[in-house]
C-alpha cells in the first residue's frame, strides 16, 4: 500500500517532466525577432571597437495582413569592444529576443577588413545559434551599414536580396561565389595565403533616402546593390580588390566558377562572342627542389560560339580549331592575370601552397615559414584545352549581298 | 540469469548503437589530424584483439557474467573485489557518458536548461527500459539503428548535393607520418569506443548462440568503426581539419552545411537526434552491466538495485566535475593510465590463468 502511495506521487512529479522535454529554452515566435543580415563596422573609439548593425524582419509588414506600410526590415545597431556586448547593446533597444539563427549575410566594412577580421569571426564560429552558411561580403570603399540599408527591389528583406543576386551573377556571367563563414575561417588559416570575399557596394550615391521605401517608386531606383569584385586577404587583412581577368583567373582556379563570356577579338575590326560554360582547372606540382617548385596549371575548357559577324566559314573544323587556339590563350591570359596579381599582393590565396602541401608535404614544411618568397618566384607553366564544341542554332552567320 | 537469450540480430544492433553512442558526434581520434578515420580503424583493429579475449572467456563460462567467472577463477577471496571493481567501472561510465550526452546537449541547443534536469530525464527513461529488461533494450536499439542509420544516409547524401565535400581536404595523408596517428590510438581510439566493449562481457550470457554470437559482436565492431572512420572522414573533408579538431562536437556544424536551394537546411536536430539516441544506448549498456554485476555479486534481484543505482549514476555524473573542460581532461586520464588495467590486464590475467588451467587440466592421451 505504501508502495503504491509512493508509487503514484513519484509518476505525478515524472508525468509533468516528460510533458514539457525542451520547454526549457524556448522562446515564442512572436518573441523573437529574425535577424536577416548583420553590418560590422569599425567605430571611432575603442568603446565603439564594434559597431553591430542587425536587419530584423518586421513579420507583420512580410505577411501583409496587419501591415501598417512601414518598412519591411528595420536596423537596429548596437555597440562594443567585442561584438558580444555589440549584440547585447542592441539587443537593449528591440522589443523582442534578436534570433540570430537566419542570418543569411554578414557584410564587413573594407575600414574593418583592411585592420584584420580574425577576431571577429571567433564568435561566429563558437555561437551556436548562427551558422557558418551566412554568406560574407566585403562592403567595397563604404561603411558596412550602408549595405544593410538600401532598399531592394527583388525582395522585401534586402538581405535576401543580396543573397540572390550573389547566386545569379555567380550562375551567370559573374567571378563572385558562395563564400560563406568556414570557408573564410579555413582561408584565414593558409599559410602564406588568405581568403577571398565577395565585394559589395551601392551604384548610385546612398544617401539616407536609399533605405526608404521612396528610393523604389520611381522606374530607376536611388541606389542598386552590387555584388562585384573580390577582396583579396593575407592572412584576415584585405590588400586589395581583384576585378577584371584577375578576379576571372581567381575564380578559375578556384574552380567556382559556372559560365563567363570571353571575347575574341577580329583584325577586320569586331568581337567573336564565346560563353565558356565548362571549366575545371587543376594544380600539378613538380617539386623536385621545394625551394623553386613548378607548377602546372591545367585547363580544360569548353565553350559555345554566340556571336560571330564575320564572313568566316564556321563549318571548317580547321577555323574553329584556330579559334580555339586563340580561346587557350584567353584562358592562359586570366589565370596569368590572376597569378601577376596575387605575386603583386604577396599573398597567396589562389592555392599554389596547398597544392604543394598535398603533393609534398615533407617539401611543404621546408618552405612555408617562408612560401611568400617562393610563391614570387616560381615557375608556372600552363597546359590547357578548350574545345568548342558547337555554334549553336546556325553553322555559317548570314551576310549582305 | 541465463534463461533470458536475445537474438543475433538484436544484439548486432545493440553493439553497433553502443559503440557509435557518443563517438559519433564528438571528434574523435583528431589527435591524428585529418588522418583520423585512420586512426579510428587501426583502433578498431586492436579493440577486437581485446575482443577475442573477452570471447575466449566467454567461451569458457557461456552462461556466467564477468563479474561470476572471476570468482571462479581467481578464487573468492580475489575474485569478488575484482567483480566489485568492475561494478564501480561501469558505474562510472555510464555517469561520464550521461555528463558527456547532457552537456552536449546544453551546448548545442538548450542553453539554459538545467544540467540536472537533463541528466535526470535522460537517466529516468534508460532506467525505465532496463525495468522492463536487457531484452527489451536490445529490442529497442533495432529501432534506433534504422533511424540512426537513416539519419546518416540522409545526411550523407544531402551533403554530396549541397556540393560541400572537398576529399583534398583530407590530403596529404600521413601529412607529419605515422606517429601522430599512433599516439593517438594509443591515447584515445582503441580504449574509446573500442575498449569499452569489456561491458559486454556482462551481456553475453544472454546471446542465444555461443558459437556465432561473439563472431556477431565482432562483426558490428568492425561495421561501426567503418561508420565512425566515415564519419569522421566527412567532418574533415567538409569543414576542414583545424575546424574538427577544435569543434567538441564537430557532426553538428558539417550536418549544418547542408543547404539545398534554400529549402532544405538546418537539419541539425538530427544530430541532437543522434547524440540523444546514442548517449541513451551507451549509457543503458553499462548500467545494465554493473545492474547484472550488482545481482550477481551480492545476489541481489536485479529490479530492485535498478532505482538506487540510477540515483549513484545520476550524482556521480553531477559530481564528477565542475566544467565540462575539467570533464574530458579527467576522462583523457581515465582513458589513458587507468582504464588499460582494467580492460586489458586482468582479462588478459583471466585469459592465462584459465588457458594455463586447461592446459594441464586436461585429460592427456596416453
Known amino acids: ?401 | 540469469m541465463g534463461k533470458v537469450k536475445i537474438g543475433l540480430v538484436e544484439f548486432f544492433s545493440l553493439t553497433v548503437l553502443f559503440e557509435l553512442g557518443t563517438a559519433l558526434v564528438v571528434n574523435l581520434g583528431m589527435g591524428a589530424g585529418r588522418d583520423a578515420w585512420l586512426s579510428i580503424l587501426l583502433g578498431c583493429a586492436a579493440g577486437l584483439m581485446m575482443f577475442t579475449g573477452y570471447a575466449y572467456l566467454y567461451r569458457k563460462h557461456p552462461n556466467q557474467p564477468f563479474t561470476a567467472y572471476t570468482r571462479q577463477i581467481l578464487g573468492k577471496y580475489i575474485g569478488a573485489p575484482v567483480g566489485l571493481v568492475y561494478i564501480i567501472l561501469y558505474i562510472n561510465l555510464a555517469a561520464r557518458d550521461l555528463r558527456d550526452g547532457s552537456t552536449m546537449l546544453a551546448m548545442a541547443t538548450m542553453h539554459n536548461t538545467p544540467l540536472f534536469i537533463l541528466s535526470a530525464l535522460m537517466l529516468l527513461s534508460g532506467a525505465y527500459v532496463l525495468h522492463k529488461g536487457v531484452e527489451v533494450l536490445s529490442r529497442t536499439s533495432m529501432v534506433f539503428a534504422f533511424v540512426v542509420l537513416g539519419i546518416g544516409l540522409f545526411g550523407t547524401v544531402m551533403l554530396i548535393l549541397s556540393g560541400t565535400i572537398n576529399l583534398h581536404r583530407l590530403l596529404p595523408v600521413l601529412e607529419n607520418g605515422f606517429q601522430p596517428v599512433l599516439r593517438s590510438v594509443i591515447h584515445q581510439n582503441y580504449m574509446f569506443p573500442f575498449g569499452e566493449m569489456v561491458c559486454f562481457t556482462m551481456l553475453m550470457p544472454y546471446l542465444s548462440s555461443v558459437k556465432k554470437g561473439p563472431w556477431i559482436i565482432a562483426a558490428a565492431m568492425v561495421f561501426s568503426a567503418l561508420l565512425l572512420s566515415f564519419t569522421m572522414a566527412l567532418n574533415v573533408s567538409v569543414l576542414g581539419a583545424d575546424i574538427v579538431e577544435r569543434s567538441p562536437l564537430p557532426l553538428m556544424p558539417t550536418i549544418s552545411k547542408i543547404s539545398i536551394s534554400d529549402i532544405i537546411q538546418r537539419v541539425d536536430i538530427f544530430v541532437v537526434m543522434v547524440l540523444i539516441i546514442g548517449v541513451f544506448f551507451k549509457m543503458a549498456v553499462f548500467f545494465a552491466a554493473a545492474l547484472i554485476g550488482i545481482s550477481d555479486l551480492f545476489k541481489i534481484p536485479y529490479r530492485k538495485m535498478l532505482y538506487p543505482c540510477a540515483l549513484i549514476i545520476l550524482f556521480t555524473s553531477m559530481l564528477d566535475a565542475r566544467s565540462f573542460i575539467e570533464h574530458l581532461d579527467e576522462g583523457g586520464t581515465l582513458l589513458y593510465r587507468v582504464y588499460p588495467y582494467l580492460m586489458i590486464v586482468v582479462p588478459a590475467l583471466l585469459v592465462i590463468v584459465t588457458a594455463v588451467r586447461d592446459h594441464f587440466s586436461a585429460p592427456r592421451p596416453g
Not at chain 1, 101 to 129: N, P, W
Not at chain 1, 164 to 186: H, P
Not at chain 1, 243 to 266: S, W
Not at chain 1, 325 to 349: C, M, P
Request: glycine share 8%; aromatic share 8%.
Open chain 1, 1 to 401: 500500500m505504501r508502495n503504491r502511495i509512493f508509487g503514484g506521487i513519484g509518476v505525478l512529479f515524472v508525468l509533468p517532466m516528460l510533458l514539457l522535454t525542451g520547454c526549457w529554452d524556448s522562446v515564442e515566435l512572436n518573441r523573437r525577432a529574425i535577424v536577416s543580415g548583420v553590418a560590422i563596422d569599425r567605430g571611432d573609439s575603442e568603446a565603439e571597437r564594434y559597431k553591430l548593425s542587425f536587419q530584423v524582419i518586421v513579420a507583420e509588414e512580410i505577411s501583409g495582413e496587419k501591415s501598417r506600410g512601414i518598412s519591411p526590415v528595420a536596423l537596429y545597431t548596437g555597440t562594443g569592444r567585442t561584438m558580444f556586448e555589440a549584440l547585447a547593446d542592441a539587443s537593449r533597444q528591440t522589443a523582442r529576443f534578436l534570433s540570430l539563427g537566419h542570418v543569411r549575410v554578414l557584410v564587413i566594412s573594407e575600414k574593418f577588413a583592411r585592420a584584420g577580421i580574425k577576431d571577429l569571426l571567433d564568435v561566429l564560429e563558437r555561437e551556436s545559434d548562427t551558422r557558418l552558411n551566412s554568406l560574407i561580403f566585403i562592403s567595397k570603399g563604404q561603411p558596412a551599414r550602408e549595405i544593410m540599408s538600401t532598399m531592394t527591389v527583388f525582395s522585401k528583406i534586402p538581405a535576401n536580396d543580396l543573397v540572390e543576386k550573389l547566386e545569379t551573377t555567380s550562375k551567370q556571367f559573374g567571378y563572385n561565389f558562395r563564400m560563406a563563414v568556414d570557408d573564410v575561417i579555413r582561408g584565414i588559416q593558409i599559410r602564406g595565403g588568405g581568403p577571398v570575399i565577395n565585394g559589395v557596394f551601392t551604384r548610385g550615391e546612398w544617401t539616407p533616402a536609399s533605405g526608404s521605401n521612396d528610393s523604389l517608386k520611381s522606374i530607376e531606383p536611388r541606389s542598386i546593390l552590387r555584388v562585384s569584385s573580390l577582396a583579396a586577404f593575407k592572412d584576415d587583412k584585405l590588400k586589395g580588390w581583384l576585378t577584371g581577368d584577375a578576379a576571372l583567373g581567381t575564380v578559375l582556379l578556384h574552380n567556382r566558377i559556372k559560365e563567363f563570356p570571353v571575347l575574341l577579338k577580329q583584325q577586320e575590326g569586331g568581337y567573336f562572342s564565346f560563353n565558356i560554360y565548362q571549366s575545371q582547372v587543376s594544380l600539378a606540382v613538380e617539386s623536385s627542389d621545394p625551394e623553386h617548385p613548378v607548377f602546372t596549371v591545367k585547363i580544360t575548357q569548353q565553350a559555345a560560339l554566340k556571336e560571330a559577324p564575320h564572313p568566316l566559314d564556321l563549318t571548317s573544323p580547321k577555323v574553329l580549331e584556330e579559334l580555339s587556339d586563340r580561346l587557350i590563350k584567353e584562358s592562359v591570359k586570366h589565370i596569368q592575370a590572376a597569378v601577376s596579381t596575387a605575386k603583386e599582393l604577396g599573398s597567396d590565396y589562389l592555392g599554389f601552397g596547398r597544392a604543394l602541401q598535398r603533393k609534398d608535404p615533407r617539401g611543404w614544411k621546408k618552405v612555408r615559414d617562408h612560401w611568400e618568397d617562393v610563391f614570387a618566384d616560381c615557375e608556372i607553366r600552363f597546359d590547357a584545352d578548350v574545345v568548342i564544341r558547337h555554334t549553336d542554332m546556325r553553322s555559317n552567320s548570314f551576310q549582305i549581298h
